[in-house]
């Protein structure tokens, strides 16, 4: 096995290596509980006892089970990397606005200081990164760029490799599990748990989605993946008040832009309320909003919840036959295919759930949010509706709301 | 003991699942994959089979061995089952041990057998996984009266069927037992071919076994 893998990783084994590497126990068994050292979660010894006195992790299987049958190998990172002459190969230009802000986020990375960046969707967040991330890499730092949804890693990933096309750069997802060393990794924040003090930078994108905003397993293991001399920049749209308290009392760096990149507002938001749109035929107000949108735009729909996707599809099908629509949710063994069928305008309505709020970037789109009174939308209406106007023209946007109108009303205006 | 269903974490309503008269500690979701067989079964594999009383693979058996091995399946292998193996016994999620613990024991006990010999696992997969997938089931006395015969050991379940089939005995009797006038009951996780209880069975046969039965999660 090449060392090169466990450079600045922690890998369990229950053999070990060839060669000599540093080593800790993979799980703490206390008196009532076991402690895992690679997702840092406590587990009631009943729950997590293998025979003859072992103990395995139950909470972070899915990323290869630990177990006191093993141990975590490790080495330090060494930071071998050969930089290239010519680091950054974008060649756009930075609003004066953006510019301010990527000089902030260049200082407060080389002071190794962590930074909230809060920018409102469409802000240009990546392009901002550019400068701050050619200083890193010209310092030879290894940098990891993080972010709790695979769709906008994915989506990053050809964007960094046109604006860095000299720079090794890997893409580590659930799905692709070849690791490679690189001085620059992009990956989800699931997989920062297999690193240990690998980082100089990491870049949290999207630090309020779900699953990564209160998870402790992932908080733990973004601590876990910098090194301890390293620095953290988190990239959202919509801070939540526990990211605001918490940026407060440990005085992060903030800054904040409230403009899009190319200057226009954010979409108007429009509400409409009707008693129940989960009934079959569909509200006639909803009826006519979508007959004004037939041929016209595409349209993305968010639901509450997975279940309401099947009979909305159902009823959709019986009222517009000619259109081309699909649904789409976490679990959805289709999930890409059917996202990019929605890039190449293959698909006229795409119905999800809020899997698609974030990271997705569809031009010239018209969004509708159904129910988007229920508890899951509070914080991600506003990214959502941002979707509508990213890239090319705002849209007008509509909102079928059933009743608790206020609550969206707040966020929205908090974000513009 | 358990109130909540292993498989989806959820609190499970106890009045309700009394009224299921199911001893599988999961929600009425999780069970529905969770199928018994009906009649018409093979008297050998346990397994439904239009063709009475041995299907075509028992029939091959019994003129192999002149005898042919009584197992009862509890459960079918279907998808359900697949993705359950792959989470408890690949993947290594012991605790899911907990869902058939009960029904498992329960169907040992009603086997009346006097010894209890359970599939046994290689050394290196107790290294490794850190259990044997049929005792995490069962709760009880057993003896282990068999043992792997070291070789470069292949997953039967990365074998094809042909492959399966012409696997060698690999078993070998732990200690010198005379089992003259016993009743056994063999235990195992999977009945796919039927080639590893074979292979058992007549490991115990030739100790003098007077009877041997088997019992398999699925099949």
Same mark, same amino acid.
Not at chain 1, 249 to 274: A, M, N
Not at chain 2, 20 to 46: A, D, I
């Given at each position: 096995?090449?060392?090169?893998?466990?450079?600045?990783?922690?890998?369990?084994?229950?053999?070990?290596?060839?060669?000599?590497?540093?080593?800790?126990?993979?799980?703490?068994?206390?008196?009532?509980?076991?402690?895992?050292?690679?997702?840092?979660?406590?587990?009631?010894?009943?729950?997590?006892?293998?025979?003859?006195?072992?103990?395995?992790?139950?909470?972070?299987?899915?990323?290869?089970?630990?177990?006191?049958?093993?141990?975590?190998?490790?080495?330090?990172?060494?930071?071998?990397?050969?930089?290239?002459?010519?680091?950054?190969?974008?060649?756009?230009?930075?609003?004066?606005?953006?510019?301010?802000?990527?000089?902030?986020?260049?200082?407060?990375?080389?002071?190794?200081?962590?930074?909230?960046?809060?920018?409102?969707?469409?802000?240009?967040?990546?392009?901002?990164?550019?400068?701050?991330?050619?200083?890193?890499?010209?310092?030879?730092?290894?940098?990891?760029?993080?972010?709790?949804?695979?769709?906008?890693?994915?989506?990053?990933?050809?964007?960094?490799?046109?604006?860095?096309?000299?720079?090794?750069?890997?893409?580590?997802?659930?799905?692709?599990?070849?690791?490679?060393?690189?001085?620059?990794?992009?990956?989800?924040?699931?997989?920062?748990?297999?690193?240990?003090?690998?980082?100089?930078?990491?870049?949290?994108?999207?630090?309020?989605?779900?699953?990564?905003?209160?998870?402790?397993?992932?908080?733990?293991?973004?601590?876990?993946?910098?090194?301890?001399?390293?620095?953290?920049?988190?990239?959202?749209?919509?801070?939540?008040?526990?990211?605001?308290?918490?940026?407060?009392?440990?005085?992060?760096?903030?800054?904040?832009?409230?403009?899009?990149?190319?200057?226009?507002?954010?979409?108007?938001?429009?509400?409409?309320?009707?008693?129940?749109?989960?009934?079959?035929?569909?509200?006639?107000?909803?009826?006519?909003?979508?007959?004004?949108?037939?041929?016209?735009?595409?349209?993305?729909?968010?639901?509450?919840?997975?279940?309401?996707?099947?009979?909305?599809?159902?009823?959709?099908?019986?009222?517009?036959?000619?259109?081309?629509?699909?649904?789409?949710?976490?679990?959805?063994?289709?999930?890409?295919?059917?996202?990019?069928?929605?890039?190449?305008?293959?698909?006229?309505?795409?119905?999800?759930?809020?899997?698609?709020?974030?990271?997705?970037?569809?031009?010239?789109?018209?969004?509708?949010?159904?129910?988007?009174?229920?508890?899951?939308?509070?914080?991600?209406?506003?990214?959502?509706?941002?979707?509508?106007?990213?890239?090319?023209?705002?849209?007008?946007?509509?909102?079928?709301?059933?009743?608790?109108?206020?609550?969206?009303?707040?966020?929205?205006?908090?974000?513009? | 003991?358990?109130?909540?269903?292993?498989?989806?974490?959820?609190?499970?309503?106890?009045?309700?699942?009394?009224?299921?008269?199911?001893?599988?500690?999961?929600?009425?979701?999780?069970?529905?994959?969770?199928?018994?067989?009906?009649?018409?079964?093979?008297?050998?594999?346990?397994?439904?089979?239009?063709?009475?009383?041995?299907?075509?693979?028992?029939?091959?058996?019994?003129?192999?061995?002149?005898?042919?091995?009584?197992?009862?399946?509890?459960?079918?292998?279907?998808?359900?089952?697949?993705?359950?193996?792959?989470?408890?016994?690949?993947?290594?999620?012991?605790?899911?041990?907990?869902?058939?613990?009960?029904?498992?024991?329960?169907?040992? =006990?009603?086997?009346? +057998? &006097?010894?209890?010999?359970?599939?046994?696992?290689?050394? @290196? %997969?107790? /290294?490794?996984?850190?259990? !044997?997938?049929?005792?995490?089931?069962?709760?009880?006395?057993?003896?282990?009266?068999?043992?792997?015969?070291? =070789?470069?050991?292949? +997953? &039967?379940?990365?074998?094809?069927?042909?492959?399966?089939? @012409? %696997?060698? /005995?690999?078993?070998?009797? !732990?200690?010198?037992?005379?089992?003259?006038?016993?009743?056994?009951?063999?235990?195992?996780?999977?009945?796919?071919?039927?080639?590893?209880?074979?292979?058992?069975?007549?490991?115990?046969?030739?100790?003098?076994?007077?009877?041997?039965?088997?019992?398999?999660?699925?099949?």
């Amino acid at each position: 096995m090449q060392t090169q893998l466990f450079w600045g990783r922690q890998l369990f084994l229950t053999t070990p290596p060839a060669f000599t590497t540093q080593m800790r126990p993979a799980l703490k068994v206390g008196v009532l509980k076991v402690h895992c050292q690679r997702c840092g979660q406590a587990t009631w010894r009943w729950q997590a006892a293998l025979p003859r006195h072992q103990y395995y992790c139950p909470q972070c299987l899915n990323l290869g089970r630990m177990s006191t049958l093993g141990q975590l190998y490790h080495l330090p990172e060494p930071n071998q990397f050969s930089v290239p002459n010519q680091l950054l190969t974008w060649t756009g230009q930075l609003s004066p606005l953006q510019a301010q802000v990527a000089k902030r986020i260049k200082q407060t990375m080389q002071s190794r200081q962590t930074h909230l960046v809060w920018a409102v969707t469409g802000a240009g967040k990546t392009e901002m990164l550019y400068p701050a991330l050619v200083a890193a890499l010209e310092r030879g730092e290894r940098v990891a760029i993080a972010s709790p949804r695979i769709d906008v890693v994915l989506e990053l990933a050809p964007r960094l490799q046109a604006a860095f096309s000299q720079v090794e750069q890997v893409v580590l997802t659930g799905q692709t599990p070849q690791y490679r060393y690189c001085q620059l990794t992009l990956c989800t924040t699931h997989q920062l748990l297999r690193f240990y003090h690998a980082f100089d930078q990491l870049i949290v994108d999207e630090v309020d989605a779900f699953p990564y905003a209160g998870n402790q397993a992932l908080l733990y293991a973004t601590k876990q993946a910098i090194k301890p001399t390293g620095a953290c920049t988190y990239l959202t749209a919509t801070p939540g008040p526990v990211l605001q308290r918490q940026a407060r009392r440990e005085h992060w760096q903030v800054s904040y832009l409230p403009r899009r990149f190319h200057g226009q507002p954010l979409p108007e938001i429009e509400f409409q309320k009707i008693d129940n749109w989960r009934v079959r035929p569909l509200a006639p107000h909803l009826q006519q909003w979508l007959r004004q949108r037939l041929g016209r735009r595409e349209c993305l729909i968010f639901v509450p919840k997975i279940a309401d996707i099947n009979p909305l599809l159902q009823s959709l099908r019986s009222l517009f036959p000619m259109v081309r629509q699909a649904g789409v949710y976490a679990a959805d063994p289709e999930r890409t295919t059917k996202v990019q069928l929605m890039r190449q305008h293959q698909l006229d309505w795409l119905v999800t759930t809020t899997i698609l709020e974030r990271g997705v970037t569809l031009p010239g789109i018209d969004v509708l949010v159904l129910g988007a009174d229920e508890g899951i939308f509070f914080d991600c209406g506003v990214s959502a509706n941002c979707r509508a106007g990213r890239s090319e023209c705002a849209m007008s946007n509509w909102n079928g709301v059933n009743g608790g109108q206020a609550s969206i009303g707040n966020d929205s205006s908090r974000a513009k | 003991m358990l109130s909540r269903c292993v498989q989806c974490q959820r609190e499970l309503n106890l009045a309700t699942w009394w009224g299921q008269r199911s001893l599988l500690p999961l929600c009425s979701t999780c069970r529905e994959g969770v199928l018994t067989y009906g009649v018409p079964t093979c008297q050998g594999c346990g397994r439904t089979s239009s063709r009475q009383p041995l299907c075509m693979d028992c029939q091959a058996w019994r003129a192999q061995y002149g005898w042919v091995l009584p197992n009862r399946c509890l459960y079918q292998y279907n998808d359900w089952m697949r993705s359950y193996m792959e989470q408890y016994k690949f993947k290594g999620d012991y605790y899911q041990r907990r869902i058939f613990m009960t029904v498992y024991t329960k169907a040992v =006990r009603k086997c009346h +057998a &006097q010894i209890i010999v359970p599939i046994p696992v290689t050394e @290196a %997969t107790w /290294q490794t996984r850190g259990f !044997n997938q049929v005792l995490g089931w069962y709760q009880g006395n057993y003896q282990a009266l068999l043992r792997l015969k070291m =070789r470069d050991k292949v +997953a &039967q379940s990365s074998k094809t069927r042909q492959q399966r089939l @012409a %696997t060698p /005995q690999p078993f070998e009797l !732990n200690r010198t037992v005379d089992l003259t006038g016993k009743r056994i009951l063999l235990l195992d996780d999977i009945y796919t071919t039927g080639r590893t209880l074979y292979h058992a069975a007549q490991c115990l046969r030739t100790a003098g076994a007077r009877e041997i039965l088997s019992l398999t999660l699925a099949g």
